[in-house]
């Protein structure tokens, strides 16, 4: 691995950046670190992110996957099928027999290409939890892909920092920005590029919540984010509706906002 000159990163909120935002609130996140990272050695490097919020596999393989197949870059990281596998209908074996499909295609373009696993939830509130089981299937169907077709896996699952409530967002399903820090660590390392900090340093020991709190905190997050959540999907709204890629073409990383 080495001497990437272009980067496209293809994917959902995850790899758009929620939630780690700049100052002036458009989001940062993983990819674009990793971006940063790849692109302060190589004069002219060139970087896109389609990753759009929302979106479901079939949606990143209709609208993402072929203008990466056009652009033709060095490196491409894929990260696909999170927003299915949480819906009450996903059957993971369908799921991993299209995400196959799709990433047979993106290893096609020739470039480097990066998978990713989802995230250990084992933590997280117990509606969360009770996904668990579904994605660490998924995740060894992803792996089985990867080897079959020559794309490297990053192993988010096995990022014990990333099990701390901590580093997710309000929502309980986006990283906040140290999270995303370590994420973008962890695949430079995967890289094989130099790093200076550790994904594996633990968070500072939290302070003990009461439980009274705690349950209040759980119910507040069931009404302000899982009761309006289920309602869009019964409308048949998606989080991504509306929005575009924020950085849709192949463009030297200088010439972007960052």
Known sequence: MGGWNSFVA????????????????????????????????????????LAVRGKLLD??????????EQLRPDLITFCAGGNDVIRFTCDPDDLARRFDAALERVVATGATVLTFTGFDLG???????????????????????????????????????????RTWGPDRLHLRADGHRR???????????????????????????PWLTR??????????WVLPFVARR?????????????RPELLPFDALPH
Request: with cysteine; aromatic share 6%.
């Open 10 to 49: 293809l994917g959902d909120s995850f790899t758009e950046g929620l939630d780690d935002f700049r100052p002036d609130g458009s989001p940062r996140g993983w990819a674009d670190r990793v971006a940063e990272q790849l692109a302060a050695g190589v004069p002219g490097f060139r970087y896109a992110n």
């Open 234 to 246: 019964l409308q048949g709204h998606s989080t991504g509706d509306g929005f575009a890629p924020k």
């Open 123 to 165: 933590r997280m509130h117990p509606l969360i939890r009770r996904l668990r089981g579904r994605i660490a299937c998924y995740n060894e169907l992803i792996r089985a892909s990867a080897e079959r077709h020559g794309a490297t896996v990053v192993d988010l699952w096995g990022m014990a920092p990333l099990g701390d409530p």
């Open 59 to 68: 949606q990143i393989v209709e609208d993402q996957l072929p203008i990466a």
């Open 215 to 224: 349950q209040q905190e759980d119910l507040r997050w069931v009404r302000e």
């Open 183 to 209: 994420v973008a660590l962890r695949t430079l390392e995967v890289l094989g590029e130099p790093i200076t900090d550790d994904w594996r340093t633990p968070l500072p020991a939290a302070e003990p919540v």
